[in-house]
């Protein structure tokens, strides 16, 4: 009896554990790194400046490679700016299950996982005058300047 409830309770330790495991990858997002000065000064004048948590390094690089036609905007910096911004995105690139493959084109907009959170979200919504843009995060999310994009924040405007 005692060795059944022995292995009873390292089986619900071990569960606990994977659920806890689990539950930090899931929850990334939750996860802040103070945003460089350069990198919000220099992204948001078009666009709210995005974590870096929302892709990989790999499409990172590639944004940052090609920001002489950056989703049809010319965007060109310096080149110790985007020297000092790509070493920050590289360093701060998300890394967990979300962001594990670069999305088409490397657009937040058409990765897996914001797709999957989005689901709900008809897509005529995101065409409304008050959104504009499935990129425009804040329209919704009333965090997203603070990189704070918790459901319970979400307001979804007319």
């Known amino acids: 009896m ?27 997002h939750r996860a802040r ?15 709210i400046a995005f974590p870096p948590r929302m892709l990989p390094a790999a499409s990172w690089q590639r944004v940052m490679a090609g920001l002489a036609t950056h989703y049809g905007s010319d965007a ?6 985007v020297n000092q911004i790509s070493v920050w995105l ?24 914001f797709l999957r959170k989005h689901h709900e979200v008809a897509p005529g919504v995101f065409l409304r005058p008050s959104i504009r843009s499935a990129a425009n995060c804040a329209a919704c999310h009333a965090g997203a ?14």
Do not use: F
């Open 90 to 113: 590289n360093a701060n690139a998300g890394t967990g299950r979300r962001v594990r493959e670069a999305p088409p084109e490397d657009r937040i907009t058409r990765s897996d996982w």
């Open 33 to 47: 790194v103070p945003m460089l000065k350069a990198y919000v000064q220099e992204c948001s004048g078009c666009h």
């Open 2 to 28: 005692r060795g059944v409830l022995r292995n009873a309770l390292l089986m619900m330790a071990g569960c606990a554990a994977l659920a806890a495991a689990a539950s930090a990858d899931e929850h990334e």
């Open 76 to 81: 060109s910096l310096d080149t110790a700016t």
């Open 145 to 158: 300047e603070r990189g704070d994009y918790d459901d319970d924040g979400v307001r979804i405007p007319r």
